[in-house]
C-alpha cells in the first residue's frame, strides 16, 4: 500500500502496521497523495496486480484526483482506500468538520469504478471484496472506498468472519460473437490491404504473440499507437512511422483494444477544426476492444465516435486465436501471391522509414542542445541485449530511435495528460520490476520532473532502483508551440512565445534536487559526447540497487 498519513485513517494505520497474522502488507511512505496514487499506476501497469493506496479524508483525496483520473484514463484497477469523518457529529474534533464530506466518494465517483462508505465493521469485508472484483474486471479501473474514522476505531467484540477472497475474484473475460467474428475474418481474408492498429493489447502480454501471428499469416502491416508495447519496432511489417501512408491505402482496418480509434486513424497535427480521418473513403474498420462496456458521459476519452463496420465486444486475448483460425481457413492457395505482394510491399515501406529514422539520428547526433536522436541512441546502446524495461518515455519520436521488442519495452500511461505523472509511476514500475533483473529507465521531461520530484524520496527510501534521464528543454515546450500558433494566427511577435513558459533565469539545478533527496543525480549534460559516459556511471547505480537522476539539457524536442 502506497500511502501518506493521516489521522482520518490512524486505526487503518494501526492495523496494517500491527497485522496480526501471516506477512503484513509493505508500506510505501510518499511525500503526496498524488504520488502514492501514480506509483500504485506503475506498479499495476509493470506487474498486471493492483496495488493500494492510503488517501488522508478529503483534502489527501482532492491531492490524489488528478493521478486517480489519469488511472481511469488508463484503465489501471487501483484500490484506494481513505479515511473520512466521523459521521456523527458529535464525536468530531475541530478540523473534522471541516474534513468531512456528506458523501465523500462523490469527489471522484465520476471517474472510478465504484465507490463505496461502509457504516460498520461488519460491512467492510464485502466492501473490500466487491471493490477489488470491480477494479479487476476488463475494463479495469481504480476504486475508492471510504471507511469512516468511527468505523475503523470500533472494538471487534465477537469474531470477524472473513471469507475467501479467492471465491470472489474477477469474472472470465467475455468471448467475440461468433457471427461477427466470422464477418471479421472475411474482411481481413478479402482484403488487399489489411491493417491492424493495436492500443492497449499489451495489458495481456499472452496477446502479443497472438498479434504477431496474425500480421505475419495476412501480412498486414501493423500501426503500433505508442502508448503499451504491441509489436516489435524491428519487425517489417511495423510501419508506425509510415503511419499516413500505411492507413491511406487501407481497405480493411484491425483495431485492436485501441481507446480512441480517431487518435491513430486520423491525421498526426490537429487544430480545432473538423476530424478529417486518414483513411480513404468505403474503408472498414474492425474493432474488437471491451471499452464499449464501461463509459462515462463526464469526460469522452473515447474522443471522435468513427463509423465502424464490425464493433466486437470481447477480450483480444480471447478472441485473437478465434480470428486467426477462421482466418487461415478462409485464405486459398490464390492468396498466397497477394499475401507474398503485400509482404514485399509492407518489407519496402518499412525499409524506406528505417532510413527516415536513421537520417534524422545521424543529423542530430552531434548537435547541440543534445538532441532526442541521440539521447535515445545513447540509452539504446546501453541497454540493448540486456533485460530492460522501459517505463516512461518522453517527447514523439522516441521508438525511432529505441529498440523495442517485448512487452516490458514501453508500459504506457497518463492517458489522462497530467503534468506530473511520469516519475512517480516510473517509481511504481521500477518497485514493481524490483528483484527481477531489469534495468528500469524512465525518460522525463523536465516540467513533469519538477511537478512531482519529491518522489524521489521513496525511491531513494525503498532503495528501488531506476535510472531517470530527465528530457531538460528548459520550457513547458509543448505551451510554446501553442503560443507561437497564436502569435502567428493573431499577428503578434512570435518571440514572446516563451514569457510564462520557459523554466529559465535560473534555470533550476535538477541533479542538485536529486541529491537534495539522496539520489545521485548527474548534470546538468549540455555536451554530446559527454552524455553516454555518463549514462554508463549512471547504470551502475542502478545495477548496485539505487536510482539515479541524469539531467540532460536538449532541444525542445
Known amino acids: 500500500i502506497a500511502l501518506n498519513p493521516g489521522a482520518s485513517y490512524r486505526g487503518l494505520h494501526d492495523s496494517l502496521v500491527n497485522f496480526g497474522h501471516g506477512e503484513p502488507p509493505e508500506i510505501i511512505l510518499c511525500t503526496h497523495e498524488e504520488i502514492a496514487v501514480a506509483l500504485a499506476n506503475g506498479y499495476a501497469r509493470a506487474t498486471g496486480k493492483p496495488m493500494a493506496t492510503g488517501l488522508h479524508n478529503i483534502v489527501g483525496l482532492q491531492h490524489a484526483a488528478m493521478a486517480i483520473f489519469n488511472a481511469w484514463c488508463d484503465r489501471t484497477p487501483i484500490l484506494n482506500l481513505g479515511g473520512g469523518g466521523p459521521q456523527d457529529a458529535t464525536h468530531r474534533r475541530s478540523t473534522d468538520w471541516v474534513h468531512t464530506a456528506l458523501v465523500q466518494g462523490n469527489l471522484v465517483r465520476d471517474f472510478v469504478k465504484y465507490d463505496d462508505q461502509p ?4 460491512a467492510i469485508p464485502e466492501a473490500l471484496l466487491k471493490a477489488y472484483r470491480i477494479a479487476t474486471t476488463e475494463p479495469k479501473g481504480p476504486v475508492y472506498i471510504c471507511l469512516d474514522t468511527d468505523v475503523q476505531e470500533r ?47 499489451g495489458r495481456n502480454p499472452a496477446a502479443l504473440q497472438l498479434l504477431s501471428e496474425l ?74 476492444t471491451l471499452l464499449d462496456l464501461e463509459r462515462q458521459s463526464w469526460v469522452s476519452d473515447n474522443m471522435w465516435l468513427l463509423p465502424v463496420a464490425v464493433p466486437i465486444a470481447a477480450d483480444t486475448l480471447v478472441a485473437l486465436p478465434q480470428l486467426i483460425e477462421l482466418c487461415r481457413g478462409r485464405l486459398g492457395t490464390d492468396a498466397k501471391k497477394r499475401i507474398d505482394g503485400r509482404r514485399a510491399k509492407a518489407e519496402a515501406m518499412f525499409a524506406e522509414a528505417k532510413k527516415r529514422s536513421q537520417a534524422w539520428i545521424e543529423q542530430g547526433w552531434s548537435q547541440k542542445p543534445i538532441s532526442s536522436a541521440r539521447l535515445f541512441g545513447e540509452i539504446n546502446a546501453r541497454v540493448k541485449g540486456k533485460s530492460w524495461a522501459l517505463v516512461h518515455a518522453h517527447t514523439r519520436r522516441w521508438r525511432e530511435a529505441l529498440e523495442v521488442t517485448e ?22 514500475a521500477a518497485l514493481g520490476y ?13 516540467g513533469d520532473f519538477l511537478m512531482t520530484s519529491n518522489a524521489l524520496w521513496t525511491a531513494a527510501r525503498y532503495r528501488i532502483p531506476l535510472l531517470v534521464v530527465v528530457f531538460n528543454n528548459r520550457s513547458y515546450y509543448n505551451d510554446e508551440e501553442h503560443q507561437e500558433r497564436m502569435a502567428r494566427w493573431r499577428d503578434r511577435p512570435v518571440q514572446n512565445k516563451g514569457i510564462g513558459i520557459h523554466i529559465a533565469d535560473p534555470a533550476p539545478d535538477l541533479a542538485a534536487i536529486a541529491r537534495a533527496l539522496s539520489v545521485e543525480g548527474f548534470g546538468p549534460i549540455t555536451e554530446p559526447d559527454r552524455l553516454g559516459p555518463t549514462l554508463d556511471k549512471a547504470i551502475e547505480i542502478v ?15
Request: net charge negative.
Open 155 to 201: 472494538e471487534i467484540k465477537s469474531p470477524l468472519s472473513v471469507p475467501d477472497a479467492s471465491q470472489f475474484r474477477a469474472p472470465a473475460a467475455p468471448a467475440p460473437n461468433p457471427e461477427a467474428l466470422r464477418e471479421a475474418a472475411d474482411l481481413l481474408a478479402k482484403a488487399q490491404w489489411p491493417v491492424i492498429v493495436a492500443g492497449e493489447i
Open 215 to 288: 500480421a505475419e499469416m495476412l501480412a498486414a502491416p501493423v500501426i503500433d499507437m505508442e502508448g503499451r508495447f504491441a509489436f516489435p519496432n524491428t519487425h517489417p511489417l511495423n510501419l508506425t512511422n509510415a503511419r499516413e501512408q500505411a492507413l491511406g491505402e487501407a481497405d480493411v482496418v484491425l483495431g485492436l483494444d485501441v481507446p480512441s480509434l480517431g487518435v491513430p486513424l486520423g491525421p498526426a497535427v490537429r487544430e480545432r477544426e473538423a476530424f478529417k480521418p486518414a483513411l480513404r473513403p468505403g474503408a472498414k474498420i474492425i474493432h474488437i
Open 543 to 557: 545495477q548496485s540497487g539505487r536510482p539515479v537522476v541524469v539531467d540532460v539539457v536538449t532541444q525542445p524536442r
Open 407 to 428: 512487452a516490458g519495452h514501453g508500459i504506457g500511461g497518463g492517458r489522462g495528460g497530467g503534468v506530473g505523472y511520469g516519475l512517480p509511476s516510473s517509481i511504481g
Open 119 to 122: 457504516q460498520s465493521i461488519e
Open 434 to 446: 524490483k528483484g527481477s533483473g531489469r534495468l528500469c529507465v524512465s525518460v522525463l521531461g523536465d
